[in-house]
């Protein structure tokens, strides 16, 4: 399959301060890769999709400004954490599609673990 | 939108029993995904099917698509410690495609415990 590298694994961060984390695809091209969000033994809810070159498409609920997305490359997404809160601690999750075609594949980078102090 | 019910939400069983669990959702789906995920890490692919029907093994894990395209199944036969984890099923929203190809719809996960 496919490999979706996340970076930070973990990162606590102070209130009101901002946290980025990356999104790559090492062995393919992504024009389009998908940032999800994981409450302790819940499902994945999906945030937002980013899209190369052009704006992030986000879901209902979730707010743009809060959650910046940038996906500049073909193999990198990011995702910026704005003026974070505690209630934005929570695992989150990238994922990118695999094959084009019937294969309607995705897979996943290894999760970054926010925790807001 | 379209919504996957995974059940059981829960399973606690002895190492070398077999385990069974479902997904059915209102609408159709025409992929069926079945993921695992261990503690503090993203979900791994376990079986990908296409075709209604489709009956496809993996190891010692076997999923089937329902013929209705509604529901899928996720069996894991002689489990062992190592199969602890949430497993998801997952499929693409029935208009995926285009910008949203690799855009999936979660079940709510079951939490799978084995005991030695």
């Known amino acids: 399959g496919a490999v979706v590298s996340q970076h930070p694994s973990r990162v606590i961060c102070k209130s009101g301060t901002s946290v980025k984390i990356e999104c790559r695809s090492l062995?393919?091209?992504?024009?389009?890769m998908f940032w999800y969000r994981q409450f302790p033994k819940q499902s994945l809810m999906l945030m937002a999709t980013s899209n190369e070159g052009s704006k992030a498409t986000y879901e209902q609920g979730v707010e743009k400004d809060k959650f910046l997305i940038n996906h500049a490359s073909l193999t990198l997404s990011t995702l910026t954490v704005t003026s974070a809160h505690p209630e934005d601690s929570s695992f989150y999750i990238c994922?990118?599609?695999?094959?084009?075609?019937?294969?309607?594949?995705?897979?996943f980078g290894q999760g970054t673990r926010l925790t807001v102090v | 939108g379209q919504q996957l019910n995974q059940s059981p939400q829960s399973m606690f069983i002895q190492e070398g029993e077999d385990v069974s669990m479902n997904c059915t959702s209102s609408s159709i789906f025409n992929t069926w995904l079945w993921y695992k995920q261990d503690p503090g890490e993203g979900p791994v692919l376990l079986i990908a099917l296409y075709k209604a029907g489709e009956l496809t093994s993996n190891g010692r894990l076997t999923a089937q698509f329902g013929i209705t395209r509604k529901d899928s199944f996720l069996n894991i036969s002689a489990s062992i410690p190592s199969d602890v984890g949430i497993y998801f099923c997952?499929?693409?929203?029935?208009?995926?495609?285009?910008?949203?190809?690799?855009?999936?719809?979660f079940g709510q996960g079951t939490i799978l415990t084995v005991h030695p």
């Open positions: 994922s990118a599609p695999g094959r084009q075609g019937l294969k309607r594949e995705a897979f």
């Open positions: 062995d393919f091209q992504a024009t389009t």
């Open positions: 997952a499929g693409p929203p029935i208009n995926a495609g285009g910008t949203s190809y690799g855009k999936l719809t």
